[in-house]
């Protein structure tokens, strides 16, 4: 089975930083570079714009979008030209978000709004004008993106640790992504949930890398707090240790962590950005060769 991995980035940097950090990994064999659409922090777009003109090879999307502050239509407008703009290599991430709730935003009926969300999506790439009438989401008939895209569809990721959601994935997604974990327990848990092997289980945690262990295990802490108080009761396996929910120590125990994620059956690990991507690539990634 292929092993990838990828490259998440917080969209808190400045501009350039992006095109940077996404140059080393395309350059270095990473498969993805992906950035978070978290709410209070930059959206995705700008981001993966600048990692696309930096980049020639490595897949590239959000992880992830979600249809409640995002409608449909412009989902579909972003991820029809940021695959034009990277010659195919785009990706979609869809999920229910999370700390909507200060908004005020209806975020009931996750699963129909994100399948709804995909459906008009994917009925825009593919040029499809017969209209969408759902439960949440509609088109009208007769429309259409009135530009030119590069592919009639692009591959779906799911970003969720919800049963029914991972088994609306295992009929619709290339991968789903369990997002703040790290636990190799996980992937079998999510593997039942999906029911598809064909789908790819991706497990993306913030990463702290550095010679001092104690001090990455210490700064990862600090790190994953916002994470682990969403994902934290989400994990059925009951794991409590900052093992499961961030990589972090030194290069050889993070690639021990990330290993042992690929060994339980995982398509990819996502590195959430690394505080030293320097390290990484030249400590890291060798030893998961």
């Known amino acids: 089975m292929k092993r990838e991995v990828g490259l998440a980035l917080q969209t808190d940097k400045a501009p ?78 869809l999920a229910a978000g999370a700390w909507l709730d200060s908004l005020g935003v209806d975020t009931s009926r996750p699963l129909t709004a994100v399948r709804e969300a995909w459906e008009i999506v994917r009925r825009l790439l593919a040029g499809d004008e017969e209209g969408f009438e759902g439960a949440r989401f509609s088109l009208p008939p007769g429309e259409r993106l009135r530009y030119e895209i590069e592919r009639p569809e692009v591959p779906l990721l799911v970003g969720t640790w919800s049963p029914r959601l991972a088994a609306f994935a295992g009929t619709a997604a290339a991968e789903v992504k369990i997002g703040g974990s790290a636990n190799p327990g996980m992937v079998a848990v999510m593997r039942e949930r999906i029911g598809n092997p064909d789908v790819g289980i991706v497990l993306g945690a913030i990463t702290v890398v550095d010679r001092d262990g104690d001090r990455a295990r210490e700064i990862a802490r600090r790190e994953v707090a916002m994470y682990v108080d969403v994902v934290g009761a989400l994990d059925p396996t009951g794991a409590t240790d900052l093992e499961s929910f961030a990589f972090a120590g030194t290069p050889e125990e993070v690639a021990d962590q990330a290993r042992a994620v690929h060994d339980a059956g995982a398509l990819r690990v996502d590195f959430g950005n690394p505080n030293d991507i320097g390290l990484l690539v030249s400590d890291v990634l060798p030893r998961l060769a």
């Open 16 to 93: 350039g930083a992006y095109a940077a950090a996404a140059r080393v990994a395309d350059d270095a064999g990473f498969d993805v570079v992906t950035v978070f659409n978290d709410l209070w922090y930059q959206p995705a777009l700008p981001a993966l714009i600048e990692i696309a003109n930096a980049t020639s090879r490595v897949r590239i999307g959000p992880t992830c979008l979600n249809p409640f502050t995002l409608h449909p239509v412009e989902i579909a407008g972003q991820i029809a030209a940021l695959d034009r703009l990277s010659n195919g290599r785009a990706f979609l991430g």
